[in-house]
């Protein structure tokens, strides 16, 4: 990976750190927990302090809130995907699967349920951890589901390209905890969230499906996404079934439920291409941040960075070589082949098909998950170059053919221009950057042309 490259990434990641972000927020003074400026909490009204925790980031916030709480934490039960813990001291974790939930999920959730219903009165105080990933770790269907149906129906929403608030709208009305439900089984205690954010806008009833916050979805918001998406039909019975009943609404904006909860997002998409941008000036590039809430096709977001970089090259619009181009958010695709790979490195293949003409080579592609995975891929992204689809050409691949497969990842491999972090201990969406680190003769030659042109002008006589 170009170390450019290399040093925004990690510049983004670090601002948004799940351990930090808690620390920055999180003080524990004297007998006060503040939080922020309008949140002060006299730990002297509470019997006793729990912890519930859910989402890929939830262990390395739980072991920061560890730390600031210290004995007054009484325990906790955290939930986070597997391969994305770290060590507790007072927290029980419990590792389960993502993105579609599995039969480890289900255990965890009714783990959860049963730490609540034996731990909690009126007067504790609950410390809610959450992170995106939280709505596949911790699936608990309203009866009669199965674990089965919300499979299904999961896998069916995500090949159809539907978005995260799609996803999660669906997830809330098939859930005995999402969409604000939990919150009916913490006996009315008193409840703090602090939330990473992985969706657009930063919504917390979004956010892993909005465990501690009201829901203003409805079922028939549900029925609607079904027939947008064409999938009224393929759902399994019973999920179609207990749509269609609308019994048992998630509780809304204004319910007394949630009097004594307190939301609040800590990590966000902009703040990371923030501290990008910041790393980017220092490596004398002028940055510059498209957007923190790029969503729809993958293709056509593709299509708008090359668009924006071929005409930086050309005009110097919206910057002048150097520059870096940065953007945020969370891109759809609907999956039509049976490859390997995600929507950050499709970003990387298409850009690196549009491109394949070119004569500049140092423009560099490329977008990741903030969270280490892109779709079921052990890579979080790609990067590519205008050289890219001609190297792989003489090596006998299409860009064509791997798209057509949505088989982004096998691609790279061969290439060798895969983005691996790991687990990154945050997840606030994705990451993509459009590099041109210098000034090229012919973009000075045209600007000179067009300074002595306009050094030259004289108005023609009328």
């Known amino acids: 990976m170009p170390h450019i490259l290399q040093s925004l990434i990690q510049a983004a990641l670090q601002a948004v750190d799940a351990e930090r972000a808690v620390r920055r927020i999180l003080k524990l003074q004297g007998e006060r927990l503040v939080i922020d400026a309008s949140l002060s909490l006299d730990l002297g009204n509470y019997r006793r302090i729990y912890l519930l925790g859910v989402g890929k980031a939830s262990a390395a916030m739980a072991a920061a809130a560890e730390r600031i709480l210290g004995s007054r934490l009484e325990s906790g039960y955290v939930v986070v995907k597997r391969g994305h813990g770290c060590p507790l001291q007072r927290c029980h974790l419990v590792e389960a699967g993502h993105p579609e939930p599995d039969e480890g999920g289900l255990q965890a959730a009714q783990g959860a349920l049963e730490f609540l219903e034996a731990n909690l009165q009126q007067d504790d105080l609950l410390l809610m951890l959450i992170s995106g990933g939280g709505s596949a770790l911790l699936p608990l269907p309203c009866p009669p589901l199965t674990l089965q149906d919300k499979q299904q129906a999961t896998r069916l929403l995500l090949r159809s390209g539907a978005s995260i608030h799609e996803m999660n709208m669906l997830r809330k009305h098939l859930s005995a905890f999402k969409g ?10 008193r409840i703090v969230t602090l939330l990473i954010s992985d969706v657009i806008g930063d919504d917390s009833s979004v956010i892993a499906s909005g465990l501690t916050a009201p829901d203003a979805s409805t079922f028939a918001d549900c029925l609607d996404i079904l027939d947008r998406r064409g999938l009224r039909d393929r759902i399994p019975p019973r999920v179609a079934e207990h749509l269609l009943q609308g019994a048992c609404e998630t509780p809304k904006p204004g319910d007394p439920l949630f009097e004594r909860v307190s939301n609040r997002v800590i990590a966000t998409n902009r703040q990371a291409l923030q501290a990008a941008a910041q790393k980017a000036r220092q490596q004398g590039l002028a940055p510059l941040i498209l957007s923190s809430t790029i969503q729809g096709s993958t293709r056509e977001a593709a299509r708008l960075h090359v668009a924006l970089a071929r005409e930086a090259l050309d005009s110097g619009n919206p910057l002048q070589p150097p520059c870096c181009l940065i953007s945020g958010g969370e891109t759809t695709v609907e999956v039509k082949g ?76 061969e290439m060798d221009q895969l983005i691996v972090t790991g687990p990154t201990r945050t997840n606030v969406m994705d990451l993509r950057f459009v590099i041109l680190p210098k000034r090229l003769e012919r973009f000075r030659a045209k600007t000179q042309s067009r300074k002595e042109d306009a050094d030259g002008w004289t108005p023609e006589d009328p």
Not at 358 to 381: H, Y
């Open 180 to 189: 604000g439900r939990l919150v009916e089984h913490t006996r009315g205690c």
């Open 338 to 413: 049976d490859g390997l790979g995600g929507r950050n490195q499709e970003f990387a293949l298409w850009c690196a098909r549009d491109t394949q003409d070119w004569r500049e080579k140092d423009v560099i592609f490329a977008s990741l998950g903030s969270d280490g995975n892109d779709g079921p891929t052990p890579a979080a992204g790609a990067w590519a170059t205008p050289e890219t689809a001609r190297k792989a050409a003489e090596m006998g691949l299409s860009c064509r053919d791997f798209l057509r497969r949505n088989d982004s990842h096998r691609f790279f491999k």
